[in-house]
């Protein structure tokens, strides 16, 4: 063997490369074969070694130079060479150095608080004083967001008197989970902010959309039985004594006010109950059979096609006492319940369902108001249109539908009702969103501005009324 190939196994490598392509299969084989034992015996021959071949499987040789040189070190004793690859792949592979247990869970715990009272800074307004608990809810796709104007004038014109709290366990997709899961999730928020601030006495509930059928699956959750509570489970009778105050309480306060705006009550099944459909009976079909796919178990519980365990829809059993919770005893409790409804140009949640009404009784109304200092009211009615031929009114196919069911259930406590039409707004098209009080600029303002100073300010009233 040469003597350079014994100094650097290397060149024997690259000299057996560049002349076994010429040589015959048996002799590429001894010649690899001798190439292998003069290496191996190179390599325990080199004294100080410690590096050992413990596999068959050839592995690239180190490079032929010591790169300290260059920096002025010593080469090693033993003539053995600093290997680059070795050197870079260990210092790259490094593990750092983690901080100790205690202290990481320290900065997590610290983030965590953190970042949890920014959240309650970001959603809760009022006074640290205050013991009436507003919550206000979003309806589909929304957020706590939406609110965040209407929050702002509860606690301007109530200073010092509540305590506004944004829900923000239900938004964006998580609207899709269902009316029975966003009502649960609702519910838990409310028993922790319960727990949070003691000083509360009284709750208040105000809702978008959606938002109101969520906020009255969680009444139904949140609804404690009092002792005090009067025999006003008699639904045959709906004098206001027995539908305004029903006495019970919700995680341990009292029940104001429950407010809706633009809320579907009675599903988006049937004709014209989603406007922007026209009433065509072909899409109105097709929207029932798809909505699933688009907003999830909403969409079954919205028209109504959800069949749990062959129970009847949700929005039905949602208008009496169930195992699933005391819905008509907790609205039952509120001292007022008002439903704001869109007479047109709401092409999301029609007239009918968020009025509580039969189709006849519809009122005919011109779309000018009465009051020149709140123009987009139109009408407002303080008690249920029912009378004693109600039953002969209503036409003997729809007396076991489901819509009639749900009405009726409904009707056991007495809704104020308050008609709106943004007819003389630049944004009339988007009413849907100019009822939930949640812009704060041009007309829209106006609108929102005129709907809240008037109404939705009904907790003031009461408290005067206490006084």
């Not at 053995?80 to 593990?95: F, I, Q, T």
């Not at 489901?402 to 009339?428: A, N, P, Y």
Request: one cysteine or more; proline letters at 5%; aromatic letters at 8%.
């Amino acid at each position: 063997m040469p003597a350079s190939s014994r100094l650097c196994p290397s060149a024997t490598c690259s000299l057996a490369a560049s002349t076994q392509t010429h040589l015959s299969p048996h002799r590429r084989r001894r010649r690899r074969s001798r190439l292998v034992s003069a290496m191996a015996q190179s390599r325990s021959a080199s004294p100080g070694s410690s590096r050992r071949s413990r596999s068959t499987r050839w592995s690239p040789p180190a490079l032929p130079f010591d790169l300290g040189m260059l920096f002025g070190r010593k080469q090693k004793p033993g003539g053995e060479r600093l290997d680059l690859g070795n050197w870079v792949r260990r210092v790259l592979s490094r593990p750092l150095q983690p901080p100790p247990a205690a202290e990481r869970e320290v900065e997590v715990e610290a983030e965590d608080e953190g970042r949890d009272a920014g959240n309650r800074e970001e959603v809760e307004v009022g006074s640290e004083e205050a013991d009436h608990l507003v919550v206000m809810v979003n309806g589909l796709s929304g957020s706590s967001s939406d609110w965040k104007f209407g929050a702002e004038q509860f606690v301007k014109r109530l200073p010092g008197k509540v305590y506004v709290h944004r829900s923000e366990c239900n938004h964006s997709t998580l609207t899709f989970d269902g009316v029975d899961l966003m009502g649960e999730r609702l519910a838990e928020e409310v028993r922790q902010v319960v727990q949070r601030r003691r000083n509360l006495r009284k709750i208040s509930f105000v809702a978008h959309s959606l938002g109101g059928l969520i906020s009255r699956y969680a009444i139904g959750k949140l609804y404690e039985y009092s002792v005090a509570e009067e025999s006003c489970f008699n639904t045959d009778k709906h004098s206001d004594e027995e539908n305004v105050y029903g006495g019970g309480k919700l995680a341990g306060l009292e029940p104001m006010n429950f407010i809706a705006s633009a809320t579907p009550h009675l599903g988006s099944r049937w004709n014209k109950q989603l406007p922007f459909l026209f009433g065509v009976p072909l899409l109105e079909r097709t929207a029932a059979e798809t909505a699933h796919f688009i907003v999830g178990r909403t969409g079954k519980h919205l028209f109504l096609s959800d069949r749990d365990d062959e129970k009847p829809p949700l929005l039905v059993r949602m208008v009496e006492d169930c195992d699933d919770g005391k819905f008509m005893s907790a609205l039952r409790s509120f001292k007022r319940r008002v439903a704001y409804a869109n007479i047109t140009y709401d092409h999301i949640v029609g007239w009918r369902t968020s009025s509580i009404r039969r189709q006849h009784e519809l009122p005919e109304l011109q779309l000018t108001a009465k009051d020149e200092k709140y123009p987009h009211v139109i009408h407002v009615s303080t008690a249920n249109p029912e009378c004693p031929q109600e039953e002969d009114s209503v036409d003997a196919s729809l007396a076991d539908s489901l819509e009639e069911i749900m009405i009726r259930g409904l009707r056991q406590v007495t809704w104020e009702r308050v008609d709106v039409c943004f007819h003389e707004s630049r944004l009339k098209y988007n009413a849907h969103y100019n009822i939930q009080v949640s812009f704060n600029t041009g007309c829209s303002y106006l609108a929102s501005h005129q709907l809240l100073s008037r109404h939705d300010f009904i907790i003031l009233e009461l408290e005067e009324a206490d006084d």
